[in-house]
T-cell receptor
Framework: GNSVTQMEGPVTLSEEAFLTINCTYTATGYPSLFWYVQYPGEGLQLLLKATKADDKGSNKGFEATYRKETTSFHLEKGSVQVSDSAVYFCALRRGGGSYIPTFGRGTSLIVHP | EAQVTQNPRYLITVTGKKLTVTCSQNMNHEYMSWYRQDPGLGLRQIYYSMNVEVTDKGDVPEGYKVSRKEKRNFPLILESPSPNQTSLYFC????????????????FGPGTRLLVL
């Protein structure tokens, strides 16, 4: 079956540090890949997505590249801010009639001033 | 404003007392779904609906029911809640169930925190 594995958190960084949150997946075919962000007390929001190999999703300074050869979709940001503190979820959705997305367990990011 | 709303936001109940959590979206989305979020487990899909009167089980449907009589509403029903259903619940919607394009982006409600004693 499908699965998504994210690095365990919390990830604690100082403001302006470089961020990487690792995500690897297992799925047949060519799934769409997503990063969602959940701020405290809120629902999830789509941060970025990629739908085919070598696509790069980007938004708000965050980037992730769909790497089929390593089945990875790592999230990166060059300089984090305190306001980026949140829980980040990697997810996939397989096409071809599959309607159930698979989410990772989430990685908490804490950014200190 | 385009949004997904859920009610109630917080609920404390007792074992066996039937409850309904409502979900409504104003974006004319076809696809709606319910998730539960538990520490260390991420989000798991309970049920989904591809359109009016079309629903199907997700990964963890046991103990839950849903209905989709109107396009905008997708209530989650717990006929006989048990303590293991204590969780944070999210409703989500997307334009369609088709994969690979902007129409598959899900919009989430703010969540309903349920405690079953």
């Amino acid at each position: 079956g499908n699965s998504v594995t994210q690095m365990e958190g919390p990830v604690t960084l100082s403001e302006e540090a470089f961020l990487t949150i690792n995500c690897t997946y297992t799925a047949t075919g060519y799934p769409s890949l997503f990063w969602y962000v959940q701020y405290p007390g809120e629902g999830l929001q789509l941060l970025l997505k990629a739908t085919k190999a070598d696509d790069k999703g980007s938004n708000k300074g965050f980037e992730a590249t769909y790497r089929k050869e390593t089945t990875s979709f790592h999230l990166e940001k060059g300089s984090v801010q305190v306001s980026d503190s949140a829980v980040y979820f990697c997810a996939l959705r397989r096409g071809g009639g599959s309607y159930i997305p698979t989410f990772g367990r989430g990685t908490s990011l804490i950014v200190h001033p | 404003e385009a949004q997904v709303t859920q009610n109630p936001r917080y609920l404390i109940t007792v074992t066996g007392k039937k409850l309904t959590v409502t979900c409504s979206q104003n974006m004319n989305h076809e696809y709606m779904s319910w998730y539960r979020q538990d520490p260390g487990l991420g989000l798991r899909q309970i049920y989904y609906s591809m359109n009016v009167e079309v629903t199907d089980k997700g990964d963890v449907p046991e103990g839950y029911k849903v209905s989709r009589k109107e396009k905008r509403n997708f209530p989650l029903i717990l006929e006989s809640p048990s303590p293991n259903q204590t969780s944070l619940y999210f409703c989500a919607s997307s334009l369609s169930s088709l994969a690979g394009g902007p129409q598959e982006t899900q919009y989430f409600g703010p969540g309903t925190r349920l405690l079953v004693l």
